[in-house]
């Protein structure tokens, strides 16, 4: 396969620079027992990112915003439910050609695992590591604002009693621009008029936040681009 000279030295430079700051933000972690909650694949990728193993069993998966939201409302009582399955999501955008889990009324998307036994096998392995993580100090809590999160969502998010949380959003919401905590990504598939990209938008949050000092800190500090 024949790649275009600048197309090959643009990758390289691409591996050199994700590499150069992987290895310097995994130097940096001072913070060795955190638990990441999310919504979505951010928490699975910033763990890769860590080189560290998934103490969370929000890997791999997604969450609808309301559901997501009921589950933040009372989360010590979901995580002690135990995991059932359906075969129709109650979102008429869900596809259905994955392993749809409950928890109570809580579905959670494991759009990435194969079938309902592989998703329950590591579910209940992630989530007895979670908990064995007791001190609610070291669980660090996301969310963004897509599939069904609206701004009032995040607006709650923020107000929940969680000592570290963080919100991501693609759009100026009014009232929240004031708030350390929330940071609104720039992104490039609108200007260019492509259909969105879940993961590069994943990956676009760390050019905006410290991640390591975040996990290390509690602090939310901009990053080398400009908001």
């Known amino acids: 396969m024949f790649v275009r000279p600048e197309i090959f030295i643009k990758r390289k ?19 060795e ?26 890997v791999g998966l997604f969450l609808f915003g309301p559901c997501y939201m009921k589950l933040l409302r009372d989360f010590d009582n979901y995580m002690q439910m135990e995991l059932d399955f359906c075969d129709i999501s109650k979102y ?15 579905e959670i998307h494991f759009q990435h695992y194969d079938n309902k036994q592989e998703a329950n096998k590591k579910w209940v392995r992630r989530k007895n590591r979670m908990l064995a993580y007791t001190n609610k100090d070291d669980y660090y809590f996301t969310i963004c604002d897509r599939r ?3 701004p009032e969502d995040i607006q709650e998010f923020h107000q929940m009693n969680f000592k570290n ?10 009232g929240l621009s004031n708030l350390k905590h929330i940071k609104f990504i720039k992104d490039p598939t609108k200007k260019k008029g492509t259909p ?3 993961k590069k938008r994943f990956k676009l949050t760390f050019l905006y936040f410290e991640l390591v000092q975040w996990l290390n800190s509690g602090n939310v500090v901009r990053t080398r681009f400009k908001e």
């Open 13 to 31: 430079v691409r591996h050199f620079c994700n590499s150069y700051y992987q290895q310097k933000d995994r130097a940096g972690l001072k913070k």
């Open 33 to 58: 027992n955190f638990v990441l909650i999310s919504r979505n694949c951010w928490g699975g990728q910033a763990y890769q990112w860590l080189g560290k193993p998934y103490n969370t069993p929000f």
């Open 92 to 106: 008429s955008e869900s596809y259905n050609d994955y392993p749809i889990g409950l928890l109570g009324d809580i």
């Open 148 to 150: 069904r999160v609206t």
């Open 165 to 174: 949380k963080l919100s991501f959003s693609f759009d100026s919401i009014p």
């Open 196 to 198: 969105p990209n879940g």
